[in-house]
């Protein structure tokens, strides 16, 4: 069986592409901050990438298993492929974002299978820790000063 990745370009439609044209016209001239993008209600916030944890407990478990089989990192990388430099990258956590297909050609060389879960996770609570003036744009420029002007000197 051979496996292969697939990637098509992503088409928009018309529609679409209007819309991302005027989100990046609004944003030539508007840099907001985090806060500032928050409280104008266009952006709900970061994602929280979540998972890590339970991540490396897999890695480390998958890794047990290959050691219990008396299989070597040289073994694991004939049967899928692999180069031995990267899956001890994997298994040491120098690796930090595998991909998928890695981690599916990873697992099943040890002879196991990757199953996935999904359950609720618990609502953040963001806060503004400063607030600039209105009249600001981001990394405090001000709104009315145009593009090469110079600042008052500083006393």
Known sequence: MRITNVYSKTRLTPDQKAKEAQIRKMFQ???PGPEELLESGRWAGPIMVEGQEEFRKAIRRVRSY???QGL???DISTRCGIDV???SKLENGKQTNPTLFTM???VGAVGKRLHFAIGERQKISLQ???RRDAGTRSKGVRQG???GEMGAPRG
Request: glycine share 0%.
């Open 104 to 106: 599916l050609l990873y």
């Open 29 to 31: 001239d508007w840099k």
């Open 72 to 74: 070597t990192l040289k």
């Open 85 to 87: 430099a990267t899956l």
């Open 145 to 147: 000063r145009a593009k």
């Open 66 to 68: 290959r050691a219990a």
């Open 128 to 130: 503004i820790s400063e």
